[in-house]
């Protein structure tokens, strides 16, 4: 290999603090439609049937920084079982590092997440799961349904996804963190929209957030102009709208709707809305019309679970405050077990005191539900 001269080696060194402060400088925000010659393409999910992840495969290759990671390897399908009620997860970006794709099972931090495993707890799907009789390695076996609910599930499309609040030790409008006509979450991302929940830590409400695009000023990022309608109907008559971004664009429409009407500039555009019990029993629904500026609906789950929405079809969010008897997976419900089933604020996978979450309930709020 040829030396390099004194000039040249400068000019390398130089261009690799560009290159870190350039990075340093939006790290905190997504890209999921803006990573240019640095990204690959992600893995897709994994296939399903019955409305259940895949297993994911081993990601491929990563390619040399400044030229694209690999894609990441897509998921297998499972023919019954399983425990996740989403299809797989959307294909995304894979990761501008040497030598390195997304794991198996896992997406990267900007690589499209993976379907989720089949079974629980590392066993196989159970081959009769879902037939009415309660076969050996079955807690349960409810056949035709009904099954039991998860906290929150979202409807869209077809399709049915366990969707668990983001968590986080901020309080909600400084989680929104509104300031020069923009949120400031950290989910944003150019051309891109997102609906979530975030809870903060130590409540039992929940808040609903949508964003739509990403501020300029912050981030560097160049929004495209364009337009955001949302009709929000069937919210708890308790709702409450806490942030407008920008002031008028957003209205309520009696005592359960409202109706979000944003052109986007150079600023992120949305809402944060409060007054949402949880545990709860409501059906919110959403129906979306991005005119231009958008390219990517997302549905954001705390788990770490992202799902790509249609531009165009009804979203339905729906809670429940009673969890019912068997799960799809054949699985009873349970506190502790790691999975956000109705009438659980938190559930992490112990029964510890004082970690936060005991008996599936914050520490410092009240009585646990159960």
């Given at each position: 290999?040829?030396?390099?001269?004194?000039?040249a080696?400068?000019?390398?060194?130089?261009?690799?603090v560009?290159?870190?402060?350039?990075?340093?400088?939006?790290?905190?925000y997504?890209?999921?439609?803006?990573?240019?010659?640095?990204?690959?393409n992600?893995?897709?999910?994994?296939?399903?049937a019955?409305?259940?992840?895949?297993?994911?495969?081993?990601g491929?290759g990563?390619?040399?920084?400044g030229?694209?990671?690999?894609?990441?390897?897509?998921?297998?399908?499972?023919?019954?079982?399983?425990?996740?009620t989403?299809?797989?997860?959307?294909?995304?970006?894979?990761?501008p590092?040497?030598?390195?794709?997304?794991?198996?099972?896992?997406?990267?931090?900007?690589?499209?997440?993976?379907?989720?495993?089949?079974?629980?707890?590392g066993?196989?799907?159970?081959?009769?799961?879902?037939?009415?009789?309660?076969?050996?390695?079955?807690?349960c076996?409810?056949?035709?349904?009904p099954?039991?609910?998860?906290?929150?599930?979202l409807?869209a499309?077809?399709?049915i996804?366990?969707?668990?609040?983001?968590?986080?030790?901020?309080?909600?409008?400084?989680?929104?963190?509104y300031?020069?006509?923009?949120?400031?979450?950290?989910?944003?991302?150019?051309?891109?929209?997102?609906?979530?929940?975030y809870?903060?830590?130590?409540?039992?409400?929940?808040y609903?957030?949508?964003?739509?695009?990403?501020?300029?000023?912050?981030?560097g990022?160049?929004?495209?102009?364009?337009?955001?309608?949302?009709?929000?109907?069937e919210l708890?008559?308790?709702f409450?709208l806490?942030?407008?971004?920008d002031?008028?664009?957003?209205?309520?429409?009696?005592?359960?709707?409202?109706?979000?009407?944003?052109?986007?500039?150079?600023?992120?555009d949305g809402?944060?809305?409060?007054?949402?019990?949880?545990?709860?029993?409501?059906?919110?629904v959403?129906?979306?019309?991005?005119v231009?500026?958008?390219?990517?609906?997302?549905?954001l789950?705390?788990?770490?679970?992202?799902?790509?929405?249609?531009?165009?079809?009804t979203?339905?969010?729906?809670?429940s405050?009673?969890p019912?008897?068997?799960?799809r997976?054949?699985?009873?419900?349970?506190c502790g077990?790691?999975r956000?089933?109705?009438?659980?604020?938190?559930?992490?996978?112990?029964?510890?005191p004082?970690?936060?979450?005991f008996?599936?309930?914050?520490?410092?709020?009240?009585?646990?539900?159960?």
């Amino acid at each position: 290999m040829p030396s390099m001269s004194e000039p040249a080696w400068g000019r390398w060194l130089a261009a690799l603090v560009l290159l870190a402060v350039s990075c340093g400088r939006s790290s905190l925000y997504t890209l999921d439609s803006d990573a240019g010659e640095h990204a690959g393409n992600g893995g897709s999910g994994g296939s399903a049937a019955s409305g259940f992840g895949g297993n994911a495969a081993l990601g491929g290759g990563g390619g040399t920084l400044g030229l694209g990671g690999g894609s990441g390897g897509t998921g297998g399908s499972v023919p019954v079982g399983g425990r996740g009620t989403a299809l797989g997860g959307s294909g995304g970006r894979g990761t501008p590092v040497a030598g390195r794709g997304p794991s198996a099972g896992r997406g990267s931090s900007q690589g499209g997440s993976a379907g989720r495993s089949g079974g629980t707890a590392g066993m196989p799907p159970q081959e009769h799961c879902r037939d009415g009789v309660l076969d050996p390695g079955e807690e349960c076996d409810a056949g035709e349904g009904p099954y039991a609910h998860p906290a929150i599930e979202l409807h869209a499309n077809g399709i049915i996804v366990e969707l668990e609040p983001v968590v986080g030790q901020k309080f909600a409008i400084d989680y929104y963190g509104y300031r020069n006509g923009s949120s400031h979450t950290g989910n944003e991302n150019k051309a891109g929209s997102k609906i979530y929940f975030y809870r903060p830590f130590d409540e039992a409400g929940v808040y609903l957030v949508t964003h739509h695009g990403i501020d300029f000023e912050a981030t560097g990022f160049v929004q495209p102009t364009g337009r955001v309608e949302f009709d929000v109907t069937e919210l708890p008559n308790t709702f409450t709208l806490l942030v407008s971004d920008d002031a008028g664009d957003v209205k309520k429409d009696g005592t359960t709707a409202l109706l979000g009407r944003w052109d986007l500039g150079q600023e992120s555009d949305g809402f944060l809305l409060g007054g949402i019990p949880f545990p709860g029993s409501w059906h919110i629904v959403v129906e979306p019309n991005f005119v231009q500026g958008i390219d990517s609906f997302t549905a954001l789950s705390g788990d770490g679970y992202k799902t790509g929405l249609a531009l165009a079809k009804t979203v339905e969010l729906i809670a429940s405050d009673e969890p019912g008897g068997c799960r799809r997976d054949c699985t009873v419900p349970r506190c502790g077990d790691g999975r956000l089933d109705a009438g659980e604020v938190c559930d992490d996978a112990n029964e510890l005191p004082s970690d936060g979450c005991f008996e599936c309930y914050p520490d410092d709020i009240s009585e646990p539900m159960r």
